[in-house]
């Protein structure tokens, strides 16, 4: 257990529709990154927040948007949904947000547009 | 100039046998370069990482080789077993813009033959 926690694990929605995901990092952890798995894509980075703010941006669509809130908890909305946007999607957590610094993975959430 | 190449895609190794992931790198400014197993249906778990101060980091039976003027690292399982089988991703972050995100290569499917 990382003591990285998603929620939901599973979720099926429709094209059009819009999901958030949420996400608890580890205790006393101050970054928070979000991460896209697909077949076909691979592990891709998409955001990162360090304490409230936005750190980094990878390859987010401009329908995803995230946020991270006073608690340090982040939450990843997915909007307009597409049939290509199936995927696994990783919360990560590391205490700060340097390079080198081990980044702690949770179970991600399972995603599926139909 | 972002990308870190992973090779093989996949890999069968009897048990006992040594296993062995290369990945490269283009950008110089990659400091950190960790390893990722990831078993189907968990997210993935740091398993070891290295700097590029130093060409050799061991844990165990998992040890990093790390090739700074050629750009690349792989890792190397040796006595490798059943319960290695597993997905691996090679990954490097950058000092940087001051952000922790991993570039993660496409990862290696290895499966240990009992």
């Known amino acids: 257990d990382s003591g990285v926690t998603q929620t939901p694990k599973h979720l099926i929605t429709a094209t059009g529709q819009r999901v958030t995901l949420r996400c608890s990092p580890r205790?006393?952890?101050?970054?928070v990154y979000w991460y896209q798995q697909s077949l076909d894509q691979g592990l891709q980075f998409l955001i990162q927040?360090?304490?409230?703010?936005?750190?980094a941006k990878g390859n987010i669509l401009e329908r995803f948007s995230a946020q991270q809130f006073p608690d340090l908890h982040s939450e990843l909305n997915l909007s307009s949904l597409e049939l290509g946007d199936s995927a696994l999607y990783f919360c990560?957590?590391?205490?700060?947000?340097?390079?080198?610094?081990?980044?702690?993975f949770g179970e991600g959430s399972w995603l599926t547009v139909v | 100039q972002q990308q870190v190449k992973q090779s093989p895609q996949s890999l069968i190794v009897q048990k006992g046998g040594i296993s062995i992931i290369n990945c490269a790198y283009e950008?110089?400014?990659?400091?950190?370069f960790p390893w990722y197993q990831q078993f189907p249906g968990k997210g993935p778990a740091l398993l070891i990482a290295?700097?590029?101060?130093?060409s050799e980091k061991k844990e165990g039976r998992f040890t990093i080789s790390f090739n700074k003027s050629a750009k690349q690292f792989s890792l190397h399982i040796m006595d490798s077993q059943p319960g290695d089988s597993a997905t691996y991703f090679c990954?490097?972050?950058?000092?940087?813009?001051?952000?922790?995100?991993?570039?993660f290569g496409t990862g290696t499917l290895l499966a240990v033959q009992p």
């Open positions: 990560a957590s590391s205490a700060s947000g340097e390079s080198g610094n081990t980044i702690y």
């Open positions: 205790s006393g952890d101050l970054s």
């Open positions: 927040y360090y304490n409230g703010e936005e750190r």
């Open positions: 950008n110089t400014a990659f400091d950190y």
């Open positions: 290295i700097r590029p101060d130093v």
């Open positions: 990954a490097a972050s950058s000092r940087r813009g001051a952000t922790n995100k991993l570039i």
